[in-house]
């Protein structure tokens, strides 16, 4: 069990360790406006390819249709200007009617 | 979406959002409790786990490697591995989160994919540092009573792939990210390539390499055109 508190520790500690980068450097270290600008679009570059992977990947495979046919559900509703809940809602909705009919 | 009538009016959409994600965060918990205990861990693991690194994604991907006698070693470097990302987050939303001594190492600790996203989505200084606090310290204390919930309930809500939750958080992003896709052509083709970069790479490198490769998206991004991009 030791060997778990150690993994727990670590990743822990590691993980606020990345964290903590960004908001100890601010401040203290001038960034340019340009690197700046490109923090924030890597930050919705980040955002996308976890939104990509995450909607079309499991475990390194396929999702399966259901996952990604609601996440696409959720893109037109945002695109026509959903509120947030509706599109939330409409993705897990229209996923879970597919699983129920027997779409994976 | 954020319509702005008043210094306090913003807010609500804003908790009205953030709320939804809390909810579903907060089953998403206490599925990962309930998937820790179910696997033999004592409860206080996932607990102690969720409140000291407070990252979904790495937290599932630890207990899993765990629990499939990866050893501690593989656990903790996959769990690493995929939150290298929150550096870049933590550099992106440094003035968001503030100066002071207390701000830095607390806001810190609540830099996620969710709260940097509904940070990023707002339109204006004030309202994106609300944002952040406002959805940061929610979704710390749903996802961590998820948590507890599912340690001490154990298998109680079945599987959550039946209500479709699995859609909800790629969901949750395309709504936060689509404005700034829309507005910035530069971050729109950096954010493509990207994606396309990651897909490609998922079957055949560890988890958590895939979303940090996508940075190289930006090599597309060159001058920005002066939008502003989040």
């Known amino acids: 069990m030791s060997a778990t508190v150690a993994m727990m520790l670590a990743l822990a500690v590691g993980t606020y360790a990345f964290r903590l980068v960004g908001p100890v450097l601010h401040g203290r270290v001038e960034l340019p406006a340009r690197v700046q600008e490109l923090l924030s679009a890597g930050a919705i570059v980040l955002l996308v390819a976890l939104l990509a992977t995450g909607a079309l990947t499991e475990a390194g495979g396929f999702a399966g249709w259901a996952r990604p046919a609601g996440v696409l559900v959720a893109g037109v509703l945002a695109w026509r200007g959903a509120p947030f809940p509706v599109v939330v809602l409409g993705a897990a909705g229209a996923t879970a009617v597919l699983r129920a009919v027997g779409v994976a | ?230």
């Open chain 2, 1 to 230: 979406m954020m319509a702005s009538l008043g210094p306090l009016a913003p807010l609500t959409p804003l908790v009205r959002d953030s709320a939804l994600v809390w909810l579903a965060s907060g089953v998403v918990g206490v599925s990962f409790g309930a998937i820790a205990v179910a696997g033999g861990l004592p409860v206080w693991v996932p607990v102690v786990m969720s409140l000291i690194v407070y990252a979904g994604s790495a937290q599932f991907s630890a207990v899993g490697v765990l629990l499939a006698g990866g050893g501690p070693v593989a656990a903790a470097t996959t769990g690493l591995l995929l939150n290298t990302r929150t550096l870049a987050f933590g550099l992106a939303v440094a003035d968001i989160i503030g100066r002071g001594r207390i701000a830095r190492l607390l806001g810190a600790h609540l830099v996620t994919d969710e709260t940097v996203a509904f940070a990023l989505a707002q339109p204006d200084p004030a309202r994106r540092r609300a944002a952040f606090w406002i959805s940061g310290i929610g979704l710390f204390a749903v996802w961590n009573l998820g948590v507890l919930a599912g340690a001490l309930a154990g298998g109680a809500l079945g599987d959550t792939a039946t209500y479709g939750l699995d859609a909800a958080f790629p969901a949750v992003l395309v709504a936060l990210v689509l404005p700034a896709l829309r507005e910035g052509p530069a971050v729109r083709r950096s954010a493509l390539l990207g994606a396309g970069l990651a897909l490609a790479l998922t079957p055949a490198v560890p988890a958590g390499v895939p979303v940090l490769v996508a940075l190289a998206g930006l090599t597309v991004y060159g001058r920005g055109g002066g939008r502003r991009t989040a």
